[in-house]
């Protein structure tokens, strides 16, 4: 992220943590440890109203900083904050920071951190956040906008509307606040939402930030370059007014040190008070200045020559007016070239085929032109050339040339075709005449036969098709049975060990991959056998049936309980750090004892004993990670049952 403060100085961040300028423009890295003595990772920055810069991290809370880059104060878990990564932040009116965590937002102030309580906030990750002009929170999440106007939360739906859902920034521009997605460019004025994405000539899809500058250009950041354009169009085609807009792409062509922006980090892209435009990249910053690129656009178009003509790829000498004349049917490439040294490799080309174009055709940046099957004529090509954004030049490369005529395609030859063509078709007239006439009464005789005989077969078809649809139905009835039961415990309703064991090794990579965290608790029934032999065998079962749905209360839609077989229960714990699993164990280890009268049976009490374990550098497989937590369940055993114990 890249953040200029109050006094113009500028503040750069990354997974190696923080830095700042000084007047000379060196940076210096600022001195940030967590409570292990590790430089964090900083995904935000936000400037208050006293000058102090606020700092977000991923998984070290927020870190409060005076103008010269000393921590005045952290925040974390024990303060309130909730844990994860912080994304986003937005400084208020009161001076107040709101910071977007992994688990909704939460309000900073002088009495300390508060989680609103709002009826409407999100409560998952928060990818953007800023306050429009009036005072109002506009949130980013991965489902879409939440926009907090004082107790009350709005939606706003984004996916209707061209199926966009993570949002990545937010930029005011008079009344409109326009909205960076994964699906373009949305535009939220007078309650009414428009989009601009590749439909209307975005060339790509993941936008994060729009900048407007000082002379009516918006700079947009994305994971494929910056691109360019002009607010008023930009306005025109949201508006429905313009089907598409014009956008120039810059890449690592044009000096930027990477063509991949950053998302879901802020700021990420900002507006010097100098008026030059600054973007982070996954290989740094880069920068220009709009009114140094509006100075190069307005220079003197480049004059455009032709390079060479190949006929069948072959070359053609095609100088001079002995030289220009091709035979038919043959393929024509010509190749053209702007003379200028400044961005040759963006200069823009226009054609144009006098006797087969009727006006003008932009080719880009094709530095080339292809005609197959010209028909015969004459003919003159004209090429212009222009800098991106500027004019287009005068000086046109020409070209004039004459593409013969097959045989065929004389005017002699021609009409001695259709001549013998009206004599073919009179003789073929007459003679398809009387073959009608014969045909006629035999096609009527055999149509009464086919008629009777499909009548019999409809009657047949029906019958077999009634059949064929019920077996149909029987058939995928049968075929939904058996997938459930592959994956269902048929007691209890739970996954069963098959379906956990495809969901271990599933949460086990992806945990691997992304680094967050992953808990496993492998949990026994106690004296299961106890209560068979004592109540018998069927109200054991019930007591298995009330255990699963004791179980599956106590947890969260990501977490996933199964039976993997007699009394044996277990419990995978996505995003959950061991503290949390603990809770969880405790919490559903309340849940047992405050049942009364299990299975119906007066008295009776169920208790279960639990191993806990998390995910770790050792557990090289799933299975290792299962030994541990059924290692653990056997030392609760052995240490009394009714408990938890940790691995």
């Known amino acids: 992220t890249v953040l200029e403060d109050q006094q113009r100085q500028l503040w750069i961040s990354s997974a190696s943590g923080l830095e700042g300028s000084d007047a000379q423009s060196r940076f210096s890295p600022v001195a940030l440890h967590n409570k292990g003595g590790k430089t964090p990772s900083v995904l935000s920055l936000a400037q208050d109203h006293d000058g102090d810069l606020w700092v977000g991290t991923f998984g070290d809370g927020v870190y409060r900083l005076d103008a010269q880059g000393r921590t005045l104060r952290s925040y974390g878990t024990a303060d309130g904050l909730p844990g994860g990564n912080i994304r986003a932040m937005s400084i208020d009116r ?74 990545f920034g937010f930029q005011q521009i008079g009344d409109a606040m326009w909205i960076s997605s994964d699906r373009g460019l949305y535009r939220w004025e007078n309650g009414t939402l428009a989009r ?14 729009l900048v407007p500058d000082r002379i009516g250009n918006v700079w947009i950041s994305s ?19 313009v089907p598409r807009v014009e956008v120039e792409h810059y890449n690592e062509i044009d000096g930027m040190a990477n063509s991949q922006a950053n998302g879901s980090s802020g700021p990420s892209a900002i507006l010097r008070q100098d008026g030059t435009f600054w973007v ?29 003509v190949l006929v069948d790829g072959k070359p053609l000498h095609w100088q001079g007016s002995d030289h220009n004349r091709i035979p038919g049917g043959r393929r024509l490439s010509v190749s053209y070239v702007g003379l200028s040294y400044l961005m040759s490799e963006r200069i823009r080309y226009r054609t144009r085929l006098a006797g087969l174009d009727h006006g003008w055709i932009e080719r880009g940046q094709q530095r080339s032109v292809e005609f197959i099957g010209l028909p015969p004529g004459d003919y003159t090509l004209h090429v212009s050339a222009a800098h991106p954004g500027g ?40 003679y398809l005449i009387n073959r009608y006439k014969a045909s006629n009464i035999r096609l009527a005789r055999m149509v009464d036969e086919a008629t009777r005989d499909l009548q019999a077969q409809t009657v047949n078809l029906q019958a077999l098709n009634q059949e064929k649809t019920e077996l149909a ?10 997938g459930r039961q592959a994956r269902e415990d048929a007691l209890t309703g739970l996954p069963n060990r098959r379906a956990f064991d495809e969901a271990l090794a599933r949460d ?40 699963a749905r004791v179980i599956a209360s106590a947890c969260r839609d990501s977490d996933m309980p199964a039976r993997t077989g007699g009394e044996e ?5 996505n995003d959950t750090r061991l503290a949390e699993a603990a809770q969880v164990c405790a919490r559903l280890r309340g849940l047992f004892h405050d049942h009364p009268d299990w299975a119906g049976v007066p008295g009776l009490k169920v208790t279960f004993s639990a191993g806990l374990v998390e995910l770790d550098a050792a557990d090289r497989t799933p299975m290792l990670l299962y030994q541990r937590a059924d290692r653990a369940l056997y030392r609760a055993k052995s240490e009394g049952r009714d408990r938890t114990a940790i691995g």
């Open 569 to 573: 229960f277990t419990l995978l714990l």
């Open 473 to 482: 139905d029987r058939l995928a009835v049968q075929a939904e049975q058996f």
């Open 94 to 167: 009161a001076g107040a920071v709101w910071a977007g965590t992994q688990k909704g937002v939460v309000r900073i102030d002088r009495h300390g951190v508060d989680v609103p309580s709002v009826p409407g906030m999100p409560g998952g990750l928060i990818t953007a956040m800023a306050h429009d002009a009036d005072g109002a929170l506009w949130i980013g999440t991965i489902e879409g906008i939440k926009v907090l106007r004082g107790n009350r939360v709005q939606s706003i739906d984004l996916a209707p509307l061209g199926g966009g859902r993570s949002v």
């Open 391 to 430: 004019s287009w030049s005068d000086s046109e490369a020409v070209w004039e040339f004459t593409v013969e005529p097959f045989l065929w395609q004389r005017r002699s030859v021609q009409v001695a075709a259709v001549l013998l063509l009206l004599v073919g078709l009179i003789a073929l007239y007459r």
């Open 223 to 241: 994971n494929r370059g910056v691109l360019r354009t002009d607010m008023a169009m930009l306005n025109e085609v949201a508006d429905g007014r």
């Open 280 to 308: 982070v990249t996954a290989g740094g910053l880069s920068m220009v200045d709009p009114l140094r690129l509006q100075r190069f656009r307005e220079r003197l178009a480049p004059p455009a020559v032709i390079e060479n």
């Open 196 to 209: 601009v994405g590749l439909e209307q000539g975005m060339p790509v899809d993941t936008v994060f930030q």
């Open 508 to 547: 086990f990579a992806r945990s691997q991959r992304s680094g967050h965290p992953l808990c496993l608790v492998v949990l026994d029934i106690d004296h299961f056998k106890e209560v068979n032999d004592q109540h018998s065998h069927s109200v054991g079962d019930v007591v298995l049936v009330e255990v």
